[in-house]
Nanobody, 123 residues
Framework: QVQLVESGGGSVRQGGSLRLSCAVS????????IGWYRQAPGKEREGVSC????????YYADSVKGRFTISRDIAKNTVYLQMNSLKPEDTAVYYC????????????????WGRGTLVTVSS
């Protein structure tokens, strides 16, 4: 059974940093694209970043490019999202998600989803 569990959310002031973690189980990470999505109240879900299964290539939404970094640690079965220079508009519930196969961009949808972790950035 595939399970994705997010952690690391919290409240920070603008300009601060936060690192989210996604613990992956039930599937090999080198067979699975892992991505981060976010949804703010009243807004549509947005794909933030993903890391490819085969070669760990990465993709980012324009809104976070240069500020966020996705990475994975195969040995720890964990994917991270390092978020720097946070802005109030980054406030959202962040979801970890997985997709079997490979991608060439952030997928619109994924096969597996975590429950989410809340990130709040205050001004």
């Amino acid at each position: 059974q595939v399970q994705l569990v997010e952690s690391g959310g919290g409240s920070v002031r603008q300009g601060g940093s936060l690192r989210l973690s996604c613990a992956v189980s039930g599937i090999r990470m080198d067979y699975t694209v892992i991505g981060w999505y976010r949804q703010a109240p009243g807004k549509e879900r947005e794909g933030v970043s993903c890391i490819n299964s085969n070669d760990a290539s990465t993709y980012y939404a324009d809104s976070v490019k240069g500020r966020f970094t996705i990475s994975r640690d195969i040995a720890k079965n964990t994917v991270y999202l390092q978020m720097n220079s946070l802005k109030p508009e980054d406030t959202a519930v962040y979801y970890c998600a997985g997709l079997r196969g490979v991608v060439s961009d952030i997928p619109y949808d994924m096969d597996f989803w975590g429950r989410g972790t809340l990130v709040t950035v205050s001004s």
